[in-house]
């Protein structure tokens, strides 16, 4: 069973920057699409960013211009840089890894908090 660690997480001012990290218990190359969700308080989970085997990348439009995902096969881990950070994004960030076959495998979460 793939186990999937975020770490990154915490609290920050508006306009601040945070880099979420998520490591994966085996190699990266395994997973042919990896991604970051986020579920605020009373609402559903969504989609942030996700980025294939093969480097495309897709962003929910809330987000564009300020998160850049990326990530590293050689070290089994996917990345968010996260700038200019605001209220709304305050949430819970999981990561997401899904396998050839179809097969989702998640973290466990790690807490953005943006306020002043």
């Known amino acids: 069973q793939v186990q999937l660690v975020e770490s990154g997480g915490g609290l920050v001012q508006p306009g601040g920057s945070l880099r979420l990290s998520c490591a994966a218990s085996?190699?990266?190359?395994?997973?042919?699409?990896m991604g970051w969700y986020r579920q605020a308080p009373g609402k559903e989970r969504e989609l942030v960013a996700r980025i294939s085997t093969g480097g495309y990348t897709n962003y929910v439009d809330s987000v564009k211009g300020r998160f850049t995902i990326s990530r590293d096969n050689a070290r089994n881990t996917v990345q968010l840089q996260m700038n200019s950070l605001k209220s709304e994004d305050t949430a819970v960030y999981y990561c997401?890894?899904?396998?050839?076959?179809?097969?989702?495998?998640w973290g466990q979460g790690t807490q953005v908090t943006v306020s002043s």
């Open positions: 085996k190699s990266s190359f395994s997973f042919r699409v």
């Open positions: 997401k890894a899904t396998d050839r076959y179809g097969y989702d495998s």
